[in-house]
Each structure stands twice: as C-alpha cells, then as structure tokens.
C-alpha cells in the first residue's frame, strides 16, 4: 500500500511541487557561485596533496585519457597514465559514483547538494554544472545508456530502491523494476541490449539482468553484500563487488553459465563501485586507497598515481566563556516535560532532578519533590486531581502518583525496567506508558496501559524505537505517537509521522500533515490530541501546528500553523481552547480561536555547588595532563573548587588531609561522545563518576532533559559529572533517532540556532542528511556564539571550519564512509586533512570492535565492581553472550579491529588531534570509556598519548582547558585517585578510590550506595 502511493504520488502533478520544493526548501541557498567558494576559504588556508582516495569510485573516458573519479566528495578527471588531478565541482555537494556519456563531454554523478541525492552532470572542463533530477526522493548510481538518451540509476520514489530510467530528452521517469526488495546499482551492456543490477530479494539475492523485454534472470545468486556490478565489453561477463567475512573482493560472473570466481588478492582492499574497461583485455577499478590497471587473468595490478589539491582551514575564533564559580545565581532553564493542568491555572514541570509547580500569577514555582532520585515526566489526570510522574526511588524508573490535594505520593507501579512518557486516559482509569527492556538504549520502549485502581498492566504494541509521548483519542480506543517510517529497507533514514495504534487491535495506521514533511523532535512535541477529540497539536518546522481529526485519528482537514517561534512539548487545557507550550526558555499559553499569545512569567535561579573548605591531597605520584612523567610526592592544595597550590609534601598543612600517599593522582576524565535521557535515573551521574569520569561531551540530546541534567548535576541536586551538551542530532530532510531534529529550511535553520544561544549550547553537531550549504551557515553562527560544531564528514567540513567529526566510522548518508573502508582501512586522503586542518576527531574505536576485542582478551573485563553494581545480572549476562555472537553474526567485525588500532595510532603519530568518547550507551556507560582507553594502548598507543587525549586534548576541544584538564595552579579541582599505575598500565584508570569534581570529594563506596 504504502509503495503503491508513493508510486503514484510520484507520477501526479506532484512531481511539480516536489521540484519546486527540491528549489526552494533551502529558501534560495542552491544557487551557486564562486563567490560562495571562495568565500569558504580562509585567507590562512592550507593546501593539502591528496594521493590516495578513501572509497573513491572511478570511471575511465570513451577515449581512454581520462579517468573521472570522487575524492571526498569532488569530482575530478586525471589522465590515464596518472598525474594532476583536475576538480570538475566546487566540493559543496558530497559529489560521487561519476560517469562519462557515451560521447565523453559530460561526466554524470550523485550529488547530496539540495539535501536529497540527485543525478547531476557537469562538462569535462567543469562547466555546465546541471540538475537532472528533482523531489523528495533519492536517486544514486547513475548509468548513461550507451546511446546518450537516457540515464538508468537507483530511486526510493517507489516505496524502497528499485531501478529507474530517466529520458533526457523529456526528462521523463520509468520505472523498470518493482519488486518490493531492494535493486540497484544499474549498468548498460555496452549494446544497450541489458540492465545488470543488485537485488537483495530474500529467496534470491544476487546479481539480477534485466533484458529489454522487461524480463529479470538471476545471474549469480549471493546472499553477501554486493555492489558496483558492470558488464565486460562483450557482455559475455559481470564484474562485481563482494564484501564477506570481513573481506572485499573483485568477482566475476559468467553470463551464460553463472561461474563465478573471485579476481583480487584476499588482503586487497577493494572498494565497492563499478570496474570500467580500458580494452577487452584490461580494465580500471579502485582499491588500496588506489586507482588499479590489471590485465584479464591477471592479479597483479598497476597503480595510477595521481595529485589533487584540496584546501583547508584551521578554526580560529573566540571560544564562549564560562564561569563555574558559584556566587552568580543562572536562571533555570532545563524545564522539562511542561504539561498544563486541566484548568489552565496550573504547569507542572520537571527541574533540577525534581517536581515543581507554577500557578498562574505568581513566578517562584513551588517544589513537589525533594530527594536524591531523578523524578520526571509529570502529566496532569483529566481532574486536574492527581499528577502520575516517574522517579527512581524504588531502582528503576517507575510509575508514581502525587495527590495535588495532600501531597501524598504513592507507587503505581514497579516494573522490572526502567519506563517513561506517562498520559492519562480521557477517563482517568488507565495510564499509557512505554516500558523498556534491559539494555534500555535509546528509548526504545513497548506502549503499555496501567489500570490506576488496580495496577494492572496490559501491552498494547510491540517495542517501538525511540517514540513520541503517546496521546489517546477522546473515546479511549486510539493512541497516536509520532513514529518512524523510513522510505526503503536499504537504508534507515525516513520521517516522523503520527501512528495511530488502535486498542481494538486494528492494524496501526500512518498519517501524515504534509505529505514527505516529518513532524519535530520525537519526544513531547505531538501528536497531542485535544480533549474533545477534533484536532491534534504537533511541532513541525520548529513551529506549532494543528490539524483537524475524526476520532479515529483520520486527517479531516488542512494543517494550520500558531506560532511564528520556536516551539516545543505542547499540552492542552480541558476544554480543547488553549495550547500551552515552551518558547525556547519560556512558557507561553496560545489561544486556538484567534492566536493570542501570553507569556507565564518565572523567576527560578539555581547556583554551582562549591565547598568552601580547604582540602590538602598528599598524592603519591600526579600525572598532570601535560607531562610524560609523574611528579611524585606532592600535596594538591585545594581550596574551594579550584587549586590553590601543588607544592612538595610537607606534613602538617592547614585543611582537611587526604591521605594518597600510596595511590595515584590523574585529572578528571572526559567522555567525549556520549548519548543519555532520563530514563537512566539519577544513578547515571554517579555511574559516571565512579569510573573517574568528571566531564562529558553530550553529542546529541532532547536539550531540555540534557539541560536539565547539567544544571541538576552542577547545582548538586543530583550527583554526575560536568554536562557539555548539544540540543538534537540537526539534521537534513530525512532523520533516524528520535533526538534528531529534521530541518527542512533556512527559516527553521535560523530558529534552531537562535536556540543553541538562548539554551547555551556547549556546541553543535550536525547529521548524516545535513548538506553542506546548510552546514556551513550553521558553523558561521556557532563560531559568532563561541561553540564548536562537530559533524560524521571531514570534507568540505573542515574547509568552511567545522571544528571536529565524531568516529573513524560511523552513520553515513553514503551506504560507505569517506573514513574508512569495508575492511576498515583509512587511507593518506583522511589521514593528511585531518593532520593539516587539525580538525578534532574522536574515532570510537571501542564501538567498532573494540569493546569486544578488549573483553575477549581479559577474563576479568566483566568483573569490574563498578559494572556489577550499575549494571543488572541480565544486562551484563545479555552482554556477554552477545560478545560471543558477535562475530558469527558480523565476520571480521573482530578480525578486522587491528586495523582500526593502527588508524588511530597512525593519526597521533602523524600530529592530528584525536580524543576519546564512545558512543554509549551502545556499548555501557562509563566502561565504554575505559575500553576505549585500553584498545588505544592495546593498538600501540603509549597510555601517557591516551591519558592527556581523555584529558588535555578534551579539554581544548570542548574549549575549556583554561579551568579542566590538567592538573595546575588555578584549575578546578576535578581529579581521580587510583590505585596503580596509569602511565605503565592503561587498567588501572578504573582502579577508583575517590573522585573529586569541583573541589567536592567522593568515594568509590559513597558512589556505589544507592541513597
């Protein structure tokens, strides 16, 4: 159902709006010049020679003197025999796949330049730059028929990839197959006569032909992963990618019998695009970082070197400024969860880990909660009478009810693990919830409904991931939630949309306002059905919307927009008349009728929590953060939050004496790429600083529970380490997580941004299906506020002055990385712009093996005290028989790691600037980190490189090492007592005794102890 729409969404007047969409979304930003290039490059730009390519496809010329292939995005053209490299575009439009017409004038290719991949082409001399194809689909792999009239290549327009052909002359689509698999990667005969393609279909996956007659015949059934397949001159044979068991490789398939066998060297690294053909003897494909010449029959290949030229810059602006000295009350503005009462009168919040309420006319709220849990999500019954909410206090997070009237909070529920988003029925007797499960990643949650007199609960729907706070129809038999639903099984990205989950178990439904538009955020920001059932409130484009609805969720009506700000989490009076909602810091109410808009005004302050005692540290030995050796029996004097003095130890100093004479002293470690919600209750923040962790780099977050974290954790209402956050992954068109954020305009663009000033964001960090042009603005705003922007891409990122990239593999928009290979090599083009730009990377190498590879090397890796205490017997119990899973399910997923090791090592060595985080909670929080720290050492890196990266380096990236990192004279007192020796053994860093954040001391007992 959902493809046939699609297709014929496709093929109505709707073609026309999407072309004019593909236009205008970037509100006029796609037209390019070279004064918008220039202007990307610095006057301190650096050039830097690129040599080898990482994942470069190439394409040789009809006449055989060029070879066109992508490096980091820009197309270039480099005669056969090798030499300098001429750039056909501008490097703006993560250009790739290219291929010549027949007549060798134009060179076509992919290009991500609107936000959307399209089929673009552009002349051999660089002119003439064209679109050839527009909307809100993503066409890839373009092929010329040999004729010159018509270019096939890959689309999701039909409902997932299938191949398509476009008549140049008309522009006219058809749609050559329509199997609900996924097919792509298309390649003429050279007669024109066939189509050679991939297909994953389940019961025959392989390399499919499609003869002119329409008809489809499996060439070589192949359950791997395949790529790139092209036809030899006479059409006798098809060459093919094939990557397997951790291993890529060149095959060949004969057409006639299906013999196939492999070409290439096991160990060759071969990248996964088509083979073009010098002569019927000899052909071109790409690997090693290389483009290779080889003779048929033969393994060994010619390397063709060549020379680009790409430019970089080096950051340089003025970094924001903090002060984390108490004595200057902030205003609290990590108001999370806002939801209104019934009458209006009344907005319950979370802040500062705790409940709060504000009245109407006053501007203190008053406090509901006050206790050392995390206690969230508040929402009103339909009386008015009664406020469910979650809190930790019984070890998980779990269902509580606070009577409005008395005060009296009592459990709802205790379930097993760990829930969130709670919504009243329209009755008041249920409660909707989501439950999640023991590895409690992500958000991922299956919808419940708890009976509120008797405390049964019943299942509603299987796991979602990452959904909406639910919200119930007004007869009580629907609940819509915004959703995922992605646009192909190829790749994970789509678009927020309402699903409307029936409690008559009819099947789920998925609407949609503006067709291929997502709604906001997924968290608390719609749908939000009204109490009378007409109308349903959402954010969309960052602003409020509302639409009009039957009861059973079925659109009835054109969307309409409220507000002109930016806008969040909204909730509805009683009687279905007033929105209320947060205006990036403040709440406001709208009325529905005639848009009157009223701010609530409140006074709420919070204040660092800072000793004022004077604390002496006898340290036996301290690594300071800068030096390679230990200055050894000193004493840290510390007063207040900072250092006052580290003088040589003399007994009998003034203040309170802490005796680590026989241990040693390292600075306050830094996560630095980390993802958490409040569904990790206020353990997290001791979790964190039980393994030393003082400092964490949040990359991705709802910003009001990222917010409110932080100031939670600073004011000392709950006990964690420093929080530098982010607000949602922003990101392009198309989004994947639920804290992503979809940005479809410069007008949205500019309200986000606006944001990150207001909310005092640490930094920004843009997604895989953010384009360049959109990307740049953001990092020219960022740069004025004084944040760092960080991204998954390298170039032309770091042209325009992106400040860091997270991963040497990762998400990317590609299906490959511009990284790293399949076999997990990187080669001289990445690591020679990261050395000479200086662009921060942190490679989370644990995430991609190492977590594993470190376990499988020590018997003890799992008994560590910190995670048997955090972590239940069932989660380290799943973990652990994962590990020994992990590498049937994924060959050389283990096999593999050391190459990632060297990478790393290699960029050290070579100057770049590298940094350690983990992408937790795909693999634990806080021993992500310490496994991060040991396949570093593990892979050669000396453990003082890898301590002053989880420190020093860290530090200077996030842009605070004037206060954090070291261990100095007027720094602040965040540190680490250990036992053991760091410097010679990278394991003992989680020998924790003590860890002292802000002058505050705490013991590895104290931080154990539920409280």
Sequence with gaps: MVKAARLLRSFSNKKHINRFLAITVLSGALVFNSNQVNAAVAADSIKVTLTEGTNMATDLSPDKKLIAVDIQGTIWSIPIEGGDAKALTDGMGDDRQPRWSPDGSRVAFQSFRDGYYHIWAVNKDGSGLTQLTYGVFDEREPEWSPDGKFLVFSSDRGGNYDIWKMDLATRAMTQLTNDPANDYFPAYANDGSKITFVSERPSAPGIYILSADGSQKLVVKNAAKLAGPSFNPDGTHIYFNVFTGGFSSLDDVEVSTGTANTLTPKLEDVFPFRASWISPQEYLYSADGKIKRVKVGEKTAQAIAFKAIATVTKSSYTRKTYDFNSGKPKTVKGIKGLNVSPDGKSFVFSALGDLWILQKGTTTPKQLTKDAFLDADPTFSPDGNTIAFLTDRSGAMNLWLHDVKTGKQTQLAKTEYDVNYPIFSPDGTKIAFYQADSKNSWGRGTLQTIEVKSGKIEKIHESLFVPSQPSWSADGKTIALSGLEVYSTRYREGINKILLVSLDKKPDRFVSPVAERSLGMRAKNGPAWSPDGKSMAYVQDGLLWIIAVDPSGTIVGPPRGLTHELSEVPSWTGDSKTLVYMATDTIKTIRVSDGKVESVPMNFKWDYKQPKETIVIHAGKVFDGRNKEYVKNVDIIIEGNRIKEILPHKAGRAGKLVDASDKTIIPGLFEMHTHQHAM????????????????????????????????????????????????????????????????????????????????????????????????????????????????????????????????????????????????????????????????????????????????????????????????????RKGLKDGASQIEKMFPGYLANFGTIQKTVKNLIASGARVTAGTDSPFIPYAMSLHSELQCWVDGGITPFETLRSATLWSAEAVGVSKDLGTLEKGKLADLVIVDGDPLVKIEDAWNVKHVMKNGILFSLEDLLKQP
């Design 680 to 875: 990790g209750g206020a353990k997290l923040g001791r979790l964190w600083l039980s393994y030393g962790i003082t400092s964490l780099r949040e990359t991705g977050a709802d910003p009001y529970d990222a917010l409110e974290r932080k100031e939670s954790w600073d004011a000392g209402t709950l006990t964690g380490p420093r929080e530098f956050f982010t607000g949602g992954l922003t990101d392009g068109s198309r989004i994947y997580y639920g804290l992503a954020n979809s940005v479809h305009s410069t007008a949205q663009l500019d309200l986000e941004l606006e944001r990150a000033s207001r909310l005092g964001y640490d930094m920004i960090k843009t997604y895989v299906r953010m384009p360049d042009i959109l990307q740049q603005r953001i990092t020219n705003y960022a740069h004025k506020i004084g944040i760092p922007v960080s991204s998954h891409e390298i170039f032309p990122a770091m042209r325009y002055g992106v400040d860091a990239v997270e991963h040497i593999g990762g998400t990317s928009r590609r299906g490959y990385s511009p990284k790293i290979s399949q076999m997990n090599f990187t080669y001289q083009d990445v690591t020679e712009l990261l050395v000479k730009s200086q662009m921060n990377i942190t490679p989370t190498a644990s995430l991609q093996g190492g977590f594993y590879a470190m376990a499988a090397k020590d018997p003890s890796y799992y008994e560590n005290r910190q995670f048997k205490v955090f972590y239940s017997e069932e989660f």
